[in-house]
């Protein structure tokens, strides 16, 4: 069965300095991974997505993830935060074992600082 | 192309009634999956309709039914309402064969009372 930890369920960041999100998954077979952002009393948005390409993954608004095999993660980058990277991140797993079933993991609340 | 579509916004409904949600996918789109969302959670898979007929369906009890149409929108219906079905009910749409990538609509926020 498929899962998904994120590590930090908070992580607070000032304007300017790099983010992390910490995400790790376990899969019993080859999986693809996403990124999604939730802005307050908003749907859930793509930032990114893996799926047996590159492990690098750029995304939209700066942010890139590495897909680690030999780690099962699949870590949520951005060099500089904006004020507008306020929101709720999910790291979400889907294998075809599990058809098109997204797996979502708890979401770390991002607070950016002035 | 307007995107996934969910009605209505916020829906306020009594234990014991029984609610309909509905969703319109991406244009293009074949399959509709459900999600619920309680406060400070990630989203839960409920199930997933494609061709008309129910594909996967997640850990929730048989009061959780839904349907799809021929122009691939879907409902979802409750039954028995609970308190504890309070949550964001979320619809999302993919084309079968895209890598699992879906695109999700705004959601509904349903209070149970």
């Known amino acids: 069965a498929q899962s998904v930890t994120q590590l930090d369920s908070h992580v607070s960041v000032s304007e300017g300095t790099p983010v992390l999100l910490r995400c790790n998954y376990s899969s019993s077979y080859s999986p693809s991974l996403f990124w999604y952002v939730q802005h307050p009393n908003k749907g859930l948005q793509l930032l990114l997505k893996y799926t047996s390409a590159a492990t690098l993954v750029k995304g939209i608004n700066g942010f890139e993830a590495e897909f680690k095999k030999s780690e099962t993660s699949f870590h949520l980058t951005k060099p500089s935060a904006h004020m507008s990277d306020a929101a709720e991140y999910f790291c979400v797993v889907s294998d075809w074992a599990a058809g098109n079933k997204l797996t979502f993991g708890g979401g770390t609340r991002v607070l950016v600082k002035p | 192309d307007a995107g996934v579509t969910q009605s209505p916004t916020h829906l306020i409904k009594t234990r014991g009634q029984q609610v309909t949600l509905r969703c319109s996918p991406k244009s293009g789109h074949d399959t509709v999956s459900w999600y619920q969302q309680a406060l400070g959670q990630g989203p839960q898979f409920i199930f997933q309709?494609?061709?008309?007929?129910?594909?996967q369906r997640g850990n929730f009890p048989d009061r959780f039914s839904g349907h799809q149409f021929p122009n691939y929108s879907s409902e979802l219906n409750v039954n028995a309402l609970l308190l504890g079905d309070s949550a964001l009910y979320l619809c999302?749409?993919?084309?079968?064969?895209?890598?699992?990538?879906?695109?999700f609509g705004p959601g509904t926020r349903l209070t149970v009372l």
């Open positions: 309709y494609y061709e008309e007929e129910e594909r």
């Open positions: 999302a749409s993919s084309l079968t064969g895209t890598n699992n990538e879906q695109f």
